[in-house]
């Protein structure tokens, strides 16, 4: 069964700075996709980024981007020029295209943006 | 547009009501799901739907039925809940397509059960 684990229940940073959160997951699969949802408090859990597994390329989106490192199965994420809106819970999510198996979600981050 | 709509946003019942949530999407999804989630906590998968059909139930208890009457419509029926019921009910819709499936998710709907 694959797990997902994000080992920082929750963090801080200061506007404008740059933080990084951890994530590592278990699978024997070769071919998968990984993704990282924020949900900022008391509202709508949204995608921010989408790796797929057989991509070298790390994705990133505007101040977000990952570093993907399959053989270490570890999939951080990393928040450049922090907002207060990006003050959110952030899961990262696990799922095996191929076994059409559910979205496999870590505890979550709770990650704080301090002005 | 990766727009999905749910209602009613707040819903308090006793534990002898029966109330329904609503879910909707117009992306042409063809997969759709829902999950619970409690406080600090991940989404906890309850159904999945796929081209209209249940693929999958995770063990819930009969007191939730769902039920999907066309590919654009997700409702969940709720009868003679239990105060531990009570949480954030989330829709969720994806192409259902095998190479790409990303989940979009609903702003849910925060239940009470009294």
């Known amino acids: 069964a694959q797990t997902v684990t994000q080992s920082q229940p929750e963090m801080s940073v200061q506007e404008a700075e740059t933080v990084t959160l951890s994530c590592t997951y278990d699978t024997s699969e070769n071919n998968y996709y990984l993704f990282w949802y924020k949900q900022p408090p008391s509202r709508q859990m949204i995608l921010v980024i989408r790796?797929?597994?057989?991509?070298?390329q790390n994705a990133t989106e505007n101040r977000f981007s990952v570093n993907f490192q399959k053989a270490a199965k570890s999939f951080s994420l990393k928040i450049s020029d922090s907002q207060l809106g990006d003050t959110a819970m952030y899961f990262c999510a696990f799922m095996n295209p191929l076994l059409n198996t559910p979205l496999v979600f870590g505890k979550g981050t709770r990650l704080s943006v301090i002005a | 547009d990766t727009e999905v709509t749910q209602t009613p946003k707040h819903l308090v019942m006793g534990m002898t009501n029966k109330k329904s949530l609503k879910c909707e999407q117009h992306?042409?999804?063809?997969?759709m799901y829902w999950y619970k989630q409690k406080a600090k906590k991940p989404p906890e998968l309850m159904f999945v739907y796929s081209y209209e059909k249940l693929s999958i139930n995770e063990s819930v208890p009969s007191r939730f039925s769902p039920e999907c009457p066309n590919s654009s419509l997700l409702n969940l029926h709720l009868h003679a809940l239990q105060p531990e019921d009570s949480a954030l009910y989330l829709c969720?819709?994806?192409?259902?397509?095998?190479?790409?499936?990303?989940?979009?998710f609903g702003p849910g709907t925060r239940l009470t059960v009294l």
């Open positions: 969720a819709s994806s192409q259902g397509r095998l190479d790409t499936d990303t989940q979009y």
């Open positions: 790796q797929e597994a057989y991509k070298q």
């Open positions: 992306m042409g999804h063809r997969a």
